[in-house]
């Protein structure tokens, strides 16, 4: 059996081209069940990124409900929530959520099929954390703005927001997926007073890594 290796990119394009700009993740989570193609995104671990920014909040920090966005197989998701986080996580795809539910069978995450072009009303303003992390960058350009401001309207008031993303220059339109973030595009994340606490990058990875915080 021979894996498709850019089945994402692949994907990707066609929806686009059919005006769908998010329905290739069920169909690539559908090919990589069935042994044709690979998640690229899919990791044994956490993301590093998200380890180390737990790392440097230390014990006792993580309190209240967390939104991790766009959670695929889980493994984000379980890490937060191992942090002591009440924590909910969405895909689009049914597929990756069946998929995360089954991987982690006693997980204490509410794993959830959700839009992030069209969350849940109930979301807004209800996350003590929300985690973003490479979600907003496999989003096609058209939907970016959208995409952003969705994920910075459902942090709470006192909360934080951590994204983590790779870099793009100002002005230039790679061929994606993904199509990582400009410094213009990281610093929209600030919406609904939402403020930049902490911004890096992160050159071993190539990523970006912020935290916003709503007074």
Same mark, same amino acid.
């Given at each position: 059996?021979?894996?498709?290796?850019?089945?994402?990119?692949?994907?990707?394009?066609?929806?686009?081209?059919?005006?769908?700009?998010?329905?290739?993740?069920?169909?690539?989570?559908?090919?990589?069940?069935?042994?044709?193609?690979?998640?690229?995104?899919?990791?044994?671990?956490?993301?590093?990124?998200? =380890?180390?920014? *737990?790392?440097?909040? &230390?014990?006792?920090?993580?309190?209240?409900?967390?939104?991790?966005?766009?959670? &695929?197989?889980?493994?984000?998701?379980?890490? /937060?929530?191992?942090?002591?986080?009440?924590?909910?996580? +969405?895909?689009?795809?049914?597929?990756?959520?069946?998929?995360?539910?089954?991987? +982690?069978?006693?997980?204490?995450?509410?794993?959830? %099929? *959700?839009?992030?072009?069209?969350?849940?009303?109930?979301?807004?303003? *209800?996350?003590?954390?929300? =985690?973003?992390?490479?979600? =907003?960058?496999?989003?096609?350009?058209? /939907?970016?703005?959208?995409?952003?401001?969705? %994920?910075?309207?459902? %942090?709470?008031?006192? &909360? !934080?927001?951590?994204?983590?993303?790779?870099?793009? !220059?100002?002005?230039?339109?790679? %061929?994606?997926?993904?199509?990582?973030?400009?410094?213009?595009?990281?610093?929209?994340?600030?919406?609904? &007073?939402?403020?930049?606490?902490?911004?890096?990058?992160?050159?071993?990875?190539?990523?970006?890594?912020? /935290?916003?915080?709503?007074?």
């Amino acid at each position: 059996m021979t894996v498709d290796r850019y089945a994402d990119r692949r994907l990707a394009a066609e929806s686009i081209a059919q005006g769908d700009p998010t329905g290739w993740f069920e169909r690539l989570y559908v090919a990589a069940e069935a042994g044709d193609a690979i998640v690229p995104w899919d990791r044994e671990q956490p993301n590093p990124l998200l =380890v180390g920014w *737990a790392e440097k909040r &230390g014990p006792g920090s993580a309190t209240g409900r967390a939104l991790v966005v766009g959670c &695929g197989l889980g493994r984000d998701a379980e890490y /937060v929530a191992s942090l002591g986080f009440h924590t909910t996580a +969405f895909d689009i795809s049914a597929t990756a959520v069946r998929g995360a539910r089954e991987r +982690f069978p006693e997980s204490s995450v509410d794993y959830v %099929v *959700a839009d992030l072009l069209d969350p849940p009303a109930e979301w807004t303003g *209800a996350f003590d954390l929300v =985690v973003e992390s490479i979600t =907003v960058q496999s989003m096609p350009l058209d /939907v970016r703005e959208k995409s952003i401001i969705h %994920v910075g309207r459902m %942090v709470a008031a006192g &909360g !934080e927001l951590l994204v983590i993303s790779g870099i793009r !220059e100002e002005g230039t339109d790679p %061929v994606g997926p993904p199509w990582p973030l400009t410094r213009s595009e990281l610093d929209s994340f600030a919406v609904d &007073g939402l403020r930049a606490e902490h911004v890096e990058q992160v050159p071993e990875v190539n990523r970006w890594r912020a /935290v916003f915080r709503k007074p």
